[in-house]
């Protein structure tokens, strides 16, 4: 069954990372309810209102948080191929993310589509997870950003549609699947790898405007 296996929850440290200073990245999970609610515009909230769970907290306020980035998610399954690449237990949280999933296709899940978990929270796909300078302190791993932009697993943030709470063995099920198809996967690496690709995106149906926005101002300033 499609499920949350871990909600996790910052517990700040202080980073080494190049501008960085307090991190909200170390997230330990907890097994009561934990209530989700779109935070606001992005950049624009103290730490501990930027994220979508209570009780979290966001400190790069400016790369990080608000409402298209108010949910992580990572699925078990990306972790233990990453257990195989590098040799070493990865548990759930050590990415950051919110939502630690089983049996959800989170890389296949289609831009806009529309989660229900539990019985009354609803997410939406907003985009994958662009690795960044604590990402890199945190895993201590030789090039990281790099080698996770690669192997193109980056996760998948989401938007909250309707507020809910969520707690560890909620379900998981798809209600909406957007018709276009173009997937967390596909974006990111046509993002990260191929941009001659995006112009494609400005003519499909159904790909949401934010993403839509973020294409045009990229080639704006390539152009």
């Known amino acids: 069954m499609s499920r949350i296996l871990q909600v996790n929850i910052a517990v700040p440290e202080d ?3 190049k501008n960085v200073g307090r991190t909200g ?14 935070p606001g515009p992005k950049g624009t909230l103290p730490p501990e209102q930027a994220s979508g769970l209570a009780g979290d907290q966001i400190f790069d306020i400016k790369n990080h948080g608000g409402d298209d980035q108010a949910v992580y998610a990572y699925a078990r399954e990306d972790y233990d191929w990453w ?3 590098l040799g070493r237990e990865l548990p759930g949280g050590l990415f950051g993310e919110n939502l630690t999933t089983v049996d959800v296709e989170v890389g296949g899940a289609v831009l806009g ?3 229900r978990v539990g019985e009354t929270l609803v997410l939406e796909t907003t985009f994958g997870r662009i690795p960044c300078a604590t990402f890199q302190w945190k895993m201590q791993e030789p090039r990281w950003v790099k ?9 998948a943030y989401l938007r909250v549609v309707t507020p809910g709470d969520v707690q560890v063995g909620d379900s998981v099920t798809v209600v909406e699947r957007p018709e276009h198809g173009v997937t967390i996967a596909e974006s990111f690496r ?6 001659e690709l995006l112009p494609e995106y400005l003519g499909r149906d159904g790909v949401p405007e934010r993403f839509k926005a973020e294409i045009r101002r990229r080639l704006g300033r390539a152009g």
């Open 83 to 85: 257990e195989k690449e």
């Open 190 to 195: 046509a993002w990260m790898h191929e941009p």
């Open 25 to 38: 990245i170390n997230k330990q999970p907890v097994t009561h309810p934990v209530a989700v609610r779109a």
């Open 15 to 17: 980073s080494n990372a």
């Open 113 to 115: 589509e529309k989660w």
């Open 147 to 155: 080698r996770f932009a690669a192997e193109n697993r980056p996760g």
